[in-house]
């Protein structure tokens, strides 16, 4: 890895110096670009969560900056970035063999530069693995790769060999462009980086030590995506609860939400990720005062057992997070919540699993994302010696779904007859006339809609419920919660 070293060695500090290495890509991009009279196509693709997607939108914003414009298909591409995760196997085996069919198009196009950044390549492992069997890919990052993608591109372009690179933990840049999916909803990361180390999760490890961003960075950010017509903002960071712990200035995220609901507009604000250890009554006393704050609660439990929340190093046990629920219910008694379940830690007894099913006929959440836990290498619960059999895993996952549409059924029915007011997203997937938005709750809503309802807010009278959507049609009559 003495590559890798190297090359981390050189770009310590440099993280805000981008600004003139995109001058320096523009230059040959625009002589490229007279030579063949086309602009050059930039692809880039996503893996993992919300984090990944908005840095996916950094790298976006800055590829476009240099020169390059987006294309929907790798062929078309000069510039190809495989954006990635390493939150369980499942998404670094998806992220490699995504890659691997790269090998095709850079045999057509040997000149196509090919980028692989994100969290699974922020792991020496996978940059040694990258190196020694995809020969073809040009340009290895971690997951602060969006932040230094201009300076290695230019130097690859220039002429330099391979180029691997791991996260420098410097800190992150607040100037880079960027290129946002959709006008009417946002991501909006607020801070960088995970503190928690819970046992099972590769994140911290691959995503550096937590960094705020100033709450006047992120409040200057908020208000121009209101003013440009953004009506549902997302704030992003892995535990939103400890934003601003390490500014040292007293500004909490309790405070960053009352602050960017006092924007006027008519928008709902929405975050990820809360964890229960710093669910505060604070903050929920200011998300209850808020009117734009959306009536949900995303607050992951991943297990219901003690013993198991203690192994997982998750800092709270059954009781504090019941208690904290109860409050969240008391403030706002309308709220969805919904939640992170893990099965088969390390340890998990028949017990334990009980304890969780327990807690979830208790809660009963809206829905939860259920996950079978993956061991991640480096983290301590990976080398646990009480791994829980395959097959069991399996029976506890399928028990938990089970358990759990059971409950989203019976609380979506609540809604039948009801008007709900929906964000519309667009036509679905699989039937075109169907459009598809969400509640301020986040329930998934279909009804007969129209291009011009995309990206508005539009009333819809709920007339059929399943366990993951409510179908209904569009109604004049106003909705019963008006967020
Ligand atoms: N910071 C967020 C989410 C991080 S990852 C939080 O603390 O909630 C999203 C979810 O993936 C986690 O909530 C957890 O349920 C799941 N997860 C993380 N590591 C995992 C692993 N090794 N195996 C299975 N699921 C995992
Ligand atoms: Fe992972 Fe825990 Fe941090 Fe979430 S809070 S990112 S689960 S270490
Ligand atoms: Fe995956 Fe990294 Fe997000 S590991 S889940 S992309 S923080």
Redesign the pocket.
Known sequence: MSDTRETRGELVGDGCGQQHYISLVSEIISQQTAEAGRLPGVYIMTFG?QQNEADSERLAGVAEAMGYVMVDRPEEASLIIANTCA??EHAEQKALSHIGRLKHIKKENPAAVIVACGCMTAQEHRQNELKQRYPYVDIVLGSSGWQRLPELLYRRLSGERRLFCLDDGGAVPENLPVRREFSYKAWLPVMYG?DNY?S????PYVRGREQSRRPEDILAEARELVGNGCRDITLLG??VNSYGRDLGTGYDFAQLISDISAIEGDFRLRFM?S?PKDATRRLVDALAKSDKAARHFHL?L?SGSDKILKAMNRRYNRANYLDTVAYIRERMPDIALTS???VGFPGETDEDFEDTLDIIRRVRFDMI?S??????RGTPAADMDNQVPGEVKTQRYLALVELQNAISEEINKRFQGSVVRVLCDGPSKTDKSMYGGRTSGNKIVYYPGEQADIGNFVNVKVERTEAFALYGTKTGEPAADNR
């Open positions: 969560c939150v369980r995970c819970c099972y999760c590769i994140v892995q535990n990720t964890h992951p991943q992170d379940i893990i994302f996950f079978v836990f993956s061991p991640r």
